[in-house]
C-alpha cells in the first residue's frame, strides 16, 4: 500500500513538472510574428460610420450620437457583469429604443420594399408605382439617414471586444435601392445613375476599410448584388452610349490586393477572439456559489491557458497576411498551400488541452472567406468590364468591343464570357456552391 502510494505521489510530481514546463513554454517565433501582425490595429482615416449604423433604425440627431453611444457601451459592459454573476440575460440593442421613435419599417412596407429573392428591383417597382411612391416618402427620413453613409470613410466597432456583443442592424440599408429604382422608373434617369454608383462606392469605401468579416461581406452584398445589379439593370433598359455620370466611371475601378485579402478583417476577429479568453479568465475567477462552479475553477486553470491560445489561433490567423497569401490573391488561386496546422496532442497542449481543442474549430473555415474575396475580385473586374463595354460599344456591336476589351478586364485564370444570344457578360466563381458563375445583363439589351 505504501509502495502503491509513493508510487502515485511520483506520478503527480512527474505530470506536474511536465504540465508546468508546457505551460511555460513562451509563443515560438512564428507565433510572436503573428501576434505582433494581428494585434496592431489598422490606421483608419476620417469618419467612422459604425455610430450611424448601429443607430440607424433610430430618430437620434446625430448630435446625440455620442451621448447615446456612451450609454450604450455603459448598459452593455453592466449587462456583461450581470450575466457573468447570475447567469442572467445579455443585451442585444441600443437603449435608442427606449428614447427615441424607430424608423424600422413595420412587416407590411417591409414588403414592399425591393426583395433581392424577387428578381428586377426595376420590375418589383413597376408592379405599383404610386404605392412604392408613397412608401419611399413615408420612410424618407431613414433612407436620407442611409444615404448619409457616404460622409464615412470607414467601420470600426466602438465597443470593446467582449463576449456577445451585438452587430448594427445591417439588413435596414438595403431599403435605400427601391428609392433609386422609383426614380428611374419614374424617368429621373441621370439621378438614379448617381445615386446607384454613389451608393456602390459607400459600401465598396466601407467593406474595404473595416476590421471585421461580417463587414466586410455586408459591403460586398451592399455593392455587388444590390448596387451593381440594379446599376447593370438600369444599362440594360437605356441605349448603349448613354452618357455615364463621374461617380459611375469609378465604378470601373479594380480592386487593389489590399482589398481582397483577409489579414485585415482577421485583425478585428483576433482580438475579439482574444477579449473573449480573457472574459473566460474572469469567469474563473469569479466567486463560487455552487459545488460545479467550485470544481469548474480549477479545471479550468488546468485545462486552459488564454496566451498559449492566442498564440495558437495568432499562427492560423496570420499565415493569411503573409508574402504567399498575397502571391496567391495576384495568382487568383482558391487553394493556396498553408502551413500544417499545430497539432492537437503536442507537448504544448499539456497545459491547455481545452485551447487546443477551441484554436481549431474557426481557422478551418478561413479558406473559404478567401475564395469569397477572391470571386468579389472577379465580379469586380466583370462590373468594370460591363461599363467599358456601354462606353465603347461602337452602333452596340459588342463582340467587337469585347475583342478591344483592356487587358486589365480580363485574366488567364477566370476570362470573362460574353454571350451576345443571352444579352449577358459573365465570370465563373471560384465558389460554386450557389451558381457557377456571376453574370450581368448587357447595356441595352432590355431597351425599349
Avoid at 193 to 206: A, G, K, M, S
Wanted: one cysteine or more; glycine letters at 6%; proline letters at 7%.
Amino acid at each position: 500500500m505504501r509502495k502503491l502510494a509513493f508510487v502515485l505521489i511520483g506520478m503527480v510530481v512527474i505530470l506536474s513538472g511536465l504540465w508546468m514546463a508546457s505551460r511555460a513554454l513562451p509563443p515560438t517565433e512564428q507565433q510572436q510574428q503573428a501576434l505582433a501582425t494581428l494585434c496592431d490595429p489598422p490606421g483608419f482615416e476620417g469618419s467612422n460610420a459604425f455610430p450611424a449604423l448601429w443607430l440607424m433604425p433610430y430618430a437620434v440627431p446625430r448630435e446625440e450620437w455620442d451621448t447615446v453611444i456612451a450609454a450604450d457601451i455603459a448598459a452593455h459592459l453592466q449587462a456583461w457583469e450581470t450575466w457573468t454573476r447570475t447567469n442572467g440575460s445579455l443585451m442585444s440593442g441600443s437603449t435608442a429604443a427606449n428614447h427615441y421613435s424607430s424608423l424600422r419599417p413595420d412587416a407590411a412596407d417591409r414588403d414592399l420594399f425591393c426583395q433581392s429573392g424577387r428578381g428586377n428591383c426595376l420590375d418589383q417597382v413597376r408592379v405599383d408605382v404610386d404605392a412604392v411612391g408613397e412608401l419611399v416618402t413615408r420612410h424618407e427620413p431613414l433612407l436620407d439617414r442611409i444615404e448619409a453613409l457616404a460622409e464615412h470613410d470607414f467601420v470600426q466597432d466602438v465597443f470593446p471586444p467582449k463576449l456577445f456583443f451585438p452587430t448594427p442592424a445591417f439588413q435596414v440599408n438595403q431599403y435605400l435601392h427601391t428609392r433609386h429604382a422609383l426614380r428611374f422608373v419614374e424617368g429621373r434617369v441621370d439621378e438614379a445613375l448617381v445615386d446607384t454608383c454613389d451608393y456602390l462606392l459607400t459600401w465598396r469605401r466601407l467593406g474595404t476599410n473595416s476590421d471585421t468579416l461580417i463587414v466586410r461581406l455586408v459591403g460586398h452584398a451592399q455593392e455587388i448584388h444590390r448596387s451593381a445589379v440594379l446599376l447593370a439593370d438600369m444599362l440594360a433598359e437605356l441605349p448603349p452610349g448613354y452618357p455615364m455620370p463621374a461617380s459611375c466611371q469609378a465604378v470601373k475601378d479594380l480592386p487593389e490586393p489590399d482589398a481582397l485579402s483577409i489579414c485585415q478583417p482577421l485583425q478585428g476577429e483576433f482580438r475579439s477572439i482574444a477579449a473573449s479568453h480573457e472574459a473566460m479568465n474572469q469567469l474563473s475567477n469569479l466567486p463560487s456559489d455552487t459545488l460545479v462552479q467550485h470544481m469548474r475553477k480549477p479545471l479550468h486553470k488546468l485545462l486552459f491557458d488564454g496566451e498559449a491560445t492566442n498564440a495558437r489561433i495568432a499562427s492560423s490567423y496570420g499565415q493569411w497576411c503573409s508574402d504567399d497569401m498575397r502571391d496567391a490573391l495576384l495568382a487568383d488561386d482558391p487553394a493556396p498551400t498553408l502551413p500544417d496546422p499545430p497539432g492537437r496532442f503536442s507537448f504544448r497542449c499539456l497545459s491547455n488541452v481545452m485551447g487546443c481543442q477551441l484554436s481549431g474549430i474557426g481557422s478551418v473555415h478561413m479558406g473559404a472567406y478567401h475564395v469569397r474575396h477572391l470571386d468579389y475580385g472577379a465580379k469586380r473586374r466583370l462590373l468594370g468590364a460591363l461599363i467599358w463595354l456601354q462606353q465603347n460599344a461602337i452602333n452596340g456591336d459588342f463582340a467587337e468591343a469585347f475583342d478591344r476589351l483592356p487587358a486589365e478586364f480580363q485574366s488567364e485564370t477566370r476570362p470573362l464570357r460574353l454571350d451576345v444570344g443571352d444579352n449577358t457578360l459573365s465570370v465563373p466563381l471560384h465558389n460554386q456552391s450557389e451558381t457557377p458563375a456571376f453574370s450581368l445583363p448587357l447595356p441595352g439589351s432590355r431597351a425599349i
